[in-house]
Structures are given as structure tokens and as C-alpha cells.
């Protein structure tokens, strides 16, 4: 029953958009290893691989309008500390590369599984103050149930690794995020791809956690003239 709530009502938050709204899917793809045209087999025990974190945003330019699809793909040659402060700086990026290609967007809702790497209380607590880091202030925090949250970024994730072993074939190694962009942007309709620095000096504390958190997947925010926000979680998960 929780599974088929959050595909209605995923569903309904997409068929709800107006021009300045944006659903926004968000996830992490397995490590994306490394990869020469030629290699010994000795080396595929070795590959350096990188963290890649895909975003995919859906939304309409007119009322009633038709639906446009757009990924944001982030990957870390650095760090591959899959915590909140990661999930929290892609989604940061993510949003702000969005807002430069469509400036009217001004809010958003997100959904995301309900691994520890998005449901803590830093990051929900967070997202209340993402307007002012990329002008878009978020709505709603969705989690899907594990298992329940298959959407057309697992399709893109396929695609994009596709795109990257045509690249292979046409001569070329992939070992550096410059040769990722090379072998995916302007390749892939709707796709970009960004490279992505994280400053652990500047992560914050792990918030206290907030009563019962594990018990609900939807968190609704609400901003007053101030921009002061209250925060409802609605549902419960099962």
C-alpha cells in the first residue's frame, strides 16, 4: 500500500507543475570505474573508479503544457564519502546548473531513496536554506520506499554508460572526468555533465536527530515572508 500511495502520488506532483515548478529525482549511480581502450586484464582488478550523482528534473514551460525532461549529472574524482554533506553539495550543484539554463524555476520538489545519504535530519533541516544558496526553494521532501523508486533516471544511468563505451570504441581512453564530459556531453539530448569539488573543510556538523525520523518519508516546508520555515512530516512510512 505505501508503494502504491508514493506512485500516486509521485505522479500527482508531476501532473500538478506549473511554469516555474520542477519535480526533481535524485540518486546515485554505482561508482563509474575508470576505463582504457586497451588493458590488460591485470588492471581490471585495480580501476579507479568515481562517484557519479544523478539528478533528473521534470517540468513544463507553459500551464498544461507538455513535460520536459532534463538530467544533471555530477562526478567527484576526489571524494567518494557518500554522506549527507556529499548528497547535500550535488544537490546544491545540481540546482544551481538548473536555475542558469531556467532562471523562472523557483521551487521544487524532491524525491530520493531513503538511504542514511539523504533521510537525516542534517540534510532535511538543510534543504530549508537551499533558496538562498541557488534561489529555488524546496517544497517538499519525498523518500521512496526501498525497491518503489524506479524512474527514467536507472534508464539514463544505462544510457549514459552506453554512451561512454561508444566513446571507447571510437579510440578513446576514459580515465580523467574531463574524458567522462567529453564522452557523454552533446551526446545524450537533455544531459549534462559537471565535474564537482567538495571543500570537506567546510562541512558542518552532523545534526542532532531529529524524534522519529525513520518513521516518515514525506516532509512538507512552509516559508513565511521572512523566510522562516516550519517543517511538517505527513507521512508514515509502513
Same mark, same amino acid.
Given at each position: ?11 500527482? !506532483?508531476?501532473? @500538478? /507543475? ?13 561508482? /563509474? ?12 582488478? $585495480? ?14 514551460? &507553459? ?10 549529472? =555530477? ?36 524525491? $530520493? !531513496? ?8 542534517? =540534510?532535511?533541516?538543510? =534543504? ?14 519525498? @523518500? ?6 524506479? $524512474? ?19 579510440? @578513446? ?7 567522462? &564530459?567529453?564522452?557523454? @556531453? ?27 525520523? $525513520?518513521?516518515?518519508? !514525506? ?20
Amino acid at each position: 500500500m505505501r508503494g502504491k500511495y508514493q506512485r500516486e502520488q509521485f505522479l500527482k !506532483d508531476i501532473n @500538478n /507543475l506549473s511554469p516555474g515548478q520542477a519535480v526533481m529525482v535524485a540518486d546515485y549511480m554505482m561508482k /563509474l570505474l575508470f576505463q582504457k581502450l586497451f588493458e590488460p586484464q591485470k588492471d581490471c582488478f $585495480t580501476k579507479k573508479g568515481v562517484s557519479l550523482h544523478g539528478a533528473m528534473f521534470l517540468f513544463k514551460r &507553459e500551464e498544461n503544457g507538455e513535460l520536459f525532461t532534463e538530467f544533471h549529472d =555530477l562526478y567527484s574524482e576526489s571524494d567518494d564519502k557518500q554522506n549527507w554533506y556529499f548528497s547535500a553539495s550535488c544537490l546544491e550543484e545540481s540546482i544551481k546548473n538548473f536555475k542558469k539554463l531556467h532562471p523562472e524555476m523557483s521551487t521544487i520538489t524532491l524525491w $530520493t !531513496d531513503n538511504g542514511a545519504h539523504y533521510k537525516n535530519t542534517s =540534510l532535511v533541516l538543510w =534543504l530549508s536554506n537551499i533558496s538562498a544558496l541557488t534561489g529555488v526553494q524546496v517544497s517538499s521532501f519525498r @523518500n521512496f520506499e526501498p525497491q518503489k523508486g524506479k $524512474t527514467k533516471l536507472d534508464g539514463h544511468y544505462a544510457t549514459l554508460t552506453f554512451s561512454l563505451k561508444h566513446f571507447r570504441r571510437e579510440g @578513446n581512453d576514459v580515465m580523467s572526468g574531463e574524458q567522462i &564530459e567529453k564522452g557523454t @556531453n552533446g551526446r545524450l539530448r537533455g544531459t549534462h555533465v559537471y565535474g564537482l569539488s567538495i571543500d570537506r573543510s567546510k562541512e558542518p556538523e552532523s545534526a542532532k536527530t531529529m524524534k522519529g525520523i $525513520t518513521e516518515f518519508s !514525506d516532509f512538507e516546508y512552509f516559508y513565511d515572508e521572512n523566510k522562516n520555515f516550519t517543517i511538517h512530516n505527513c507521512k508514515k512510512s509502513n
